[in-house]
């Protein structure tokens, strides 16, 4: 099965964009394994969501050797999070990722660099956009696209992971988001290790989906309720 890939960021009128993400398949197994990588961070650190049901997100191995093995506490490794593929929403659908941008986000010039992304609307101001990353196993189908009737969500794309296995890749207005403070460097976590590195704020713009089984998230029930009532899945 050839590899493919989706690359998309979140952009606003007078040309200005939040990061970009891409998200693309690879493997020579019967189900090929889904990467994500949000693109300022290329070559660096991606998350890495395999068919054997391991993910994580980590460095590269050149990366974690060349400039964050030494700012971190000895005996750290380069992973920055480690979870198994999240229990499903409801038969067959797996809310795999997710990602979420709010609208103050929208600060960097778009360049000539882009011209194969997918630019999504951002939200208005106080606002968030979230892109969902849903995994959909036979034997069920869903009309259209995971969230299209329930919960007005808008396609960005799809990759096939063999096996009928498809990964759909959606977006919908969230809540105001919730800021959840990136913690200081100090001789701490590999994850603080990227805050200092990169100065990317993992923790405010993308929550895995394990981490985003939180009862309190309204997003998360509203997925599952969507996906427990049946309209947006139909067994073939």
Known sequence: MPREELRFGIAAVGGYRAATWKLWTDGGGERLDLYLAC??????????L???GKWHTAY???TFESAVKDVVPEGRDRFVERWPRPSPLAP????????????????????PADPEVTWLPNAPD????????????PPVTVPGWPGRLSMGTSLVGSLQLGAGE?????????ISPRRRPCRRVRGGST??????????????????????????SST????????EQGDEADEA
């Open 92 to 111: 067959g659908i797996v809310l795999a990722f997710r990602i979420v941008t709010p609208s103050a986000a929208v600060t960097s010039p778009i360049s």
């Open 39 to 48: 693109r300022p961070l290329g070559g660096h650190l991606k998350t890495s």
């Open 60 to 62: 590269t191995h050149e």
């Open 220 to 227: 998360i029930s509203r997925w599952r309720r969507a996906s």
């Open 126 to 137: 106080g606002k968030a956009t979230e892109i969902a990353i849903l995994l959909v196993e």
């Open 191 to 216: 994850r603080d290790a990227a805050q200092m590195i990169f100065g990317a704020p993992i923790c405010e713009l993308s929550l895995s989906g394990r981490r985003s089984t939180d009862p309190e």
């Open 166 to 174: 498809t990964a759909w890749v959606v977006i919908g207005l969230s």
């Open 50 to 52: 395999h068919a054997s």
